[in-house]
């Protein structure tokens, strides 16, 4: 059914949400992710997707769509599709009202449980301001912030961003009616 909807979902425990628009904040924090990750990881074996590649928590069976995933090495998929990825390394959630919640609990409880999954980043579109959680070695994660004038260390891939590259543009007010 997901494979043939024009509307994405992601699926819990038998429930079906529908995923909603993003505003422009969100839509460009994504592809300031996106480029920026990609340009730092471009001389390695890793690939950087946007929001359209789901990803499977398999101890749970939760099929959710980040809005931007990191692999390093080879992705290994579900299925001959090739739509759903199963060793993500870093995970992005730009949070939003509607789905802050959620991201910080439910799906963040959920993704925890991917054996390879090394980091998940918060990524606020109200502010310049990242949460970077790292998973340690006994299995505990460790949180660090990162704000306006820093840089965004993840070390499972190798690389290092400043955050306010990520926020490019972001909080420009276009003019109304846009260019005249």
Known sequence: MERASPVRH??????????????????LIVTNIVREISSAL????????????RVKAEATGLYAYPDVTVVCGSPRLEDEHGDTLCNPLVLFEVLSDSTESFDRGGKFEQYRTIPGLAEVVFVSQKEAHVEHFERQADGSWRLREYRAGQRLVLPAPGCEVAVDDLYLKVFDVPAAGGPG
């Open 42 to 53: 471009r001389d390695r074996p890793c690939e950087v997707y946007p929001s359209d590649m």
């Open 10 to 27: 992601e699926f819990f425990r038998g429930e079906i949400f529908a995923m909603a628009g993003a505003s422009r904040q969100h839509n």
